[in-house]
């Protein structure tokens, strides 16, 4: 349990980094009576999390089985899957690394922001929900680095309670970094706004270049595990 815990572990504090969704809780949390919808932005990314990586740990599982009961040599055949699965994984990392590298502001010019970002002052809590848990489950950065970590996960162990064990001190790790604004807001009072839109410019402007370099470390680090078990 605790190598499962301890592999899955960097990618979780990449998730833990995510700086776009840590900004839409932001700018919930400086809208005057917000807080139901920051609690349902927050309730929503972890079931989000949680959906990706029991999916996932349950589909590597299955695949793991099937290969043992096929195989003679199941041990082994099992061994090479995870390190292609890894691979794969890490390709995909390097791969997302490099669009978010492109997508940078050059020149001192400003970030683009996204259209439903615009959009936030109309959130409801169902509508805050639903944005979170599609940014968790469904945004290609965020679901690659939960699905690694879950691969992780089912790769370092097969027993059931381990696995859910790891998975939920991976999603609450993955989960800090959204709840951070709301522990601000509690415990920070009238100076909570200053800090959260200093917070929120800062991320906006450097998501690009953030995620590009966490995703690029994730990738070499799933990838050269990958490739050192096909030795």
């Keep these: 349990m605790l190598a499962a815990i301890g592999l899955s572990l960097p990618i979780a504090l990449g998730l833990l980094f ?7 809780i932001v700018l919930v949390m400086i809208t005057a009576g917000a807080h139901r919808e920051a609690a349902s932005f927050l ?3 972890v079931l989000g999390i949680s959906a990706v990586v029991a999916v996932t740990i349950v589909i590597a ?5 099937e290969s043992e009961s096929e195989s003679a040599s199941g041990s082994a055949q099992s061994s090479v899957w995870s390190s292609v699965i890894r691979i794969v994984l890490g390709l995909v990392l390097f791969g997302l690394a490099f669009k978010q590298w492109r997508a940078r502001p ?11 970002m615009k959009s936030i002052d109309g959130l409801t809590p169902r509508k805050a929900f639903g944005l979170a848990f599609l940014s968790a489950a469904v945004n290609p950065k965020n679901a690659a680095l939960a699905v690694s970590g879950a691969a992780t996960i089912a790769v370092a162990t097969n027993v059931v309670a ?5 998975a939920v001190i991976f999603t609450i790790i ?3 970094g959204i ?3 709301i522990l ?5 009072g009238k100076r909570a706004d200053d800090i959260l839109v200093s917070a929120k410019a800062w991320m906006t402007a450097n998501n690009a270049v953030m995620m590009a370099v966490i995703l690029a470390i994730l990738g070499a680090t799933v990838l050269g595990e990958g490739l050192s078990g096909l030795q």
């Design 18 to 24: 995510v700086s776009m969704p840590m900004a839409v």
């Design 43 to 45: 309730l929503g990314w």
């Design 61 to 65: 599982d299955y695949s793991f089985a």
């Design 106 to 116: 050059r020149d001192g010019s400003d970030p683009t922001v996204p259209k439903w």
């Design 162 to 166: 381990q696995q859910i064990v790891a």
């Design 174 to 176: 993955a989960s800090v």
């Design 179 to 181: 709840a951070s604004p």
């Design 184 to 188: 601000v807001k509690v415990f920070s």
